[in-house]
């Protein structure tokens, strides 16, 4: 019986800082984004494992070097860590945009890896938390519950909600 609850959330505008894809380059550090922390560890409480699902076309296009992608998910998660939130696992996508691959959000390749890696996940009882039209797309591709931050309303229907803030999240959970 698949009775795992996972709380699949995107990384880069939704967790951490995002910024255009050429200053990426010189990003040293992540920068946890206000109420992110608050919300993760809500999450955790209500009985969710966290997945992040990212999206790290940044690698192929060389905007970044797996060094720094490593580095920056590394300390990450250290702060996570320093707040009592426990990632289960991370799953990204290194292929550029143009290469067509079954990964990249809103393809499912990377909940596909997460659902054979943890066989126990219940996606009927999941959902996909992102800051992006891609992130809303997956959860409609995996027929799952959706949250979209800033995305706007066009997908809006009985699983896919539209919030404001990371931390309009709590009120549906």
Known sequence: MSNLKVAFFDRD?????????HQWTYI??????SDSIETLKSVKIKGYEIIIIT????????????EQYKEITEMM?????????????IF????KRSEGCACIKPQIGMITEALKKYPDININ???M??????????????????FG??????????????IKHIKDLLAYL
């Open 149 to 162: 931050i800033g995305v706007g309303s066009t997908y809006c229907n009985e699983d896919i909600y539209e």
């Open 92 to 95: 990204y996508c290194p292929h």
């Open 13 to 21: 505008g939704t967790i951490i800082e995002d910024y255009p894809d």
């Open 125 to 127: 009882k999941s959902f």
């Open 55 to 66: 999206n790290q076309y940044l690698l192929n296009e060389g905007f970044i070097s797996m």
């Open 129 to 146: 938390v992102g800051d992006s039209v891609v992130d809303i797309e997956l959860a409609i591709n995996m027929k799952m519950k959706g």
């Open 28 to 33: 040293k550090k992540p920068v946890i984004l």
């Open 77 to 89: 998660l250290n702060e996570l860590a320093l707040h009592g939130i426990e990632v289960l696992d």
